[in-house]
Nanobody, 116 residues
Framework: QVRLVESGGGLVQPGGSLRLACVASGFTFSSYAMSWYRQAPGKERALVAAITSAGGSTNYADSVKGRFTISRDNAKNTVYLQMNSLKPDDTAVYYC?????????WGQGTQVTVSS
């Protein structure tokens, strides 16, 4: 079955960096677009970044443009989210996502906390 496992979250000071990773299994990873979402306390889950199956095209939420970079390694079935210049407003649980055969699949999430 489809499985997504995120890692790389943690506590970081404002202005710091983190790199999230999501390892996928159960489907042909290289054939599917992948996305990162986040959900802050009391807020709805929102799209952060997305990347096409071959990695040739990406898009970002306005709030993270210029600071976050999504990438993928199809040989490793892994999608990454490099987060730089982190702000307290980036504090959230970050989820990996894939739409496979009409269904949305999510990982368990990884907590990112930006605080001094």
């Amino acid at each position: 079955q489809v499985r997504l496992v995120e890692s790389g979250g943690g506590l970081v000071q404002p202005g710091g960096s983190l790199r999230l990773a999501c390892v996928a299994s159960g489907f042909t990873f290289s054939s599917y677009a992948m996305s990162w979402y986040r959900q802050a306390p009391g807020k709805e889950r929102a799209l952060v970044a997305a990347i096409t199956s071959a990695g040739g095209s990406t898009n970002y939420a306005d709030s993270v443009k210029g600071r976050f970079t999504i990438s993928r390694d199809n040989a490793k079935n892994t999608v990454y989210l490099q987060m730089n210049s982190l702000k307290p407003d980036d504090t959230a649980v970050y989820y990996c996502n894939v739409w496979w055969r009409g269904w949305a699949y999510w990982g368990q999430g990884t907590q990112v906390t930006v605080s001094s």
